[in-house]
């Protein structure tokens, strides 16, 4: 009996195209973890109903990734979420309403709006839900702390925080417990990410040179850190100051330091170097002993402008700029490029998802008019951080960090 030839013209079609949906399976499969962690990088990719958000590519097909670092601040009248009245967290440096920052109703009144979607309002009851029985780590510089506050003060609208063994400190590590939610957030502070000290004793912690020893963590936070569920990591600022450098129990040399090679016999080395391979020893850590979600915040820049911190620079805009209006400052730039590359190297060797990049540079960028400048103490009041434009003002747009790092975990 002769084989029908129709019918097997369609049994052989049929066999090539499961062959071709099989292999189309396999590729999606091999590459999946690769695409997710590299969509993670950009911002979290929105379909049109998740989370509020409404991601378009520009022809009306909803669904395509949302890239949360880039878009502009527009007017908010809704806008404070909470004053220094509702918030008693606020570190009184950074409480620009107390002190009177001209302007500050203004300035506070801004929301950030990414091109292209919607990032949803911060909703503090959502938040503690989500991390309800858990615990997450400020690893940083004072900026982690700025950050740590501006949350707490959001999550006030629902519980206030007991402080766990309260300090009087500034640069120390602190902890606090929400009770009804059994939710614990600490700051461990540490300035370098590494181990550090100051090179003699006695020395001024903001002036004089540091000993930084770029391959080995932090034991202020590394020692404790696998504890936590989530990490927000951040570190940049601290390398702007004098500083000599180790690596492998070896002198390396300074960045920073006038005189390099006559005080130490060693060479001068690019901060940006400095800051990349401290960024890299803190990720290598958390990649080996940490096992929750860590959120890679990207440096957030000082505003000084006709001079520094410490001869006669200031703040003084009174609004923010558009994205084309500015571009981040050459070491800030350098500084960025590195914590992104970091990230990716990071990224790469840990299950997808692990590691989560928060850009907020070219954001905070745009925003030199919140920093408390003169406004984070009274006139008569002598403090050694007198003109602060590194810090930002809470309430303020320091904000939108928290607005990010709720879209980013869920």
Known sequence: MKPNNQAVRRAAASTSGLLLILLLVAFTASNYSSLYTEQLLVGVPVPAAAAGSRASDGKGNAGVACDVARGEWMPDPAAPYYTNATCPLIDGRQDCMKYGKPGIESILRWRWQPHGCDLPRFDAAAFLRLVRGKSMAFVGDSVARNHMQSLMCLLAKVEHPREIEPKDCVHCTRKYHYREHDFTVCVFWTPFLVRWNLTRAGGQQFMDPHNVYLDEPDPEWSRD?????????????????????????????????????AKHNATAVAPDYAMRASFRTALRALGAGFRGRVVVRTVAPPHYENGKWYDGGNCLRTGPLRSNETSLPETEAAFHAAQVEEFRAASAGVAAGRFVLMDVSEMMQMRGDAHPGQYGHWPHEKVGFGIDCVHWCLPGPVDAWSELLLHLLT
């Open 225 to 261: 850190v696998a504890g936590y569920d989530y990490v927000v990591l951040n570190g940049a600022k601290w390398f702007t100051r004098p500083t000599v450098l180790y690596e492998g129990g070896r002198l390396l040399g300074c960045a920073n330091v006038n005189g390099c090679e």
